[in-house]
């Protein structure tokens, strides 16, 4: 499956974007799918997955953001809301089967990433 991101952009802090991840190839059904991020200098984060019993999110979300999917349009989605400058970073999304029993928190657990799409948050 190929994944595409989109939707990035630059924002005020308090202000809200939705990214888009788009898949090609297969169907995102038989996927689990997740949203991370990374910072300049910083390691590649956990933000949210959606899989097929639930959904997962970090601390720091703190119910801001929201990880949707919309098996029709193969297309998975955040909406990300009351952003702060410290959400500034290149967000990726990525693919593992629906049937991986890996911690999903990793980065490593992930087998298909999208190129990534940028968010500033301006303060």
């Known amino acids: 499956v190929q994944l595409q991101a989109s939707g990035g952009g630059l924002v005020q802090a308090g202000g809200s974007l939705r990214l888009s991840c788009a898949a090609s190839?297969?169907?995102?059904?038989?996927?689990?799918m997740a949203w991370f991020r990374q910072a300049p200098g910083k390691e590649r984060e956990f933000v949210t997955a959606?899989?097929?019993?639930?959904?997962s999110t970090a601390d720091f979300v703190k119910d801001r953001f929201t990880i949707s999917r919309d098996n029709a349009k193969n297309t998975v989605y955040l909406q990300m809301n009351s952003l702060e400058s410290e959400d500034t970073a290149v967000y990726y999304c990525?693919?593992?089967?629906?049937?991986?029993?890996?911690?999903?928190?990793?980065?490593?657990?992930?087998?298909?990433w999208g190129q990534g799409t940028l968010v500033t948050v301006s303060s």
């Open positions: 990525a693919a593992v089967s629906r049937w991986s029993t890996r911690n999903i928190t990793t980065a490593s657990a992930w087998d298909y």
């Open positions: 190839g297969r169907s995102l059904s038989i996927y689990d």
């Open positions: 959606i899989r097929w019993n639930g959904i």
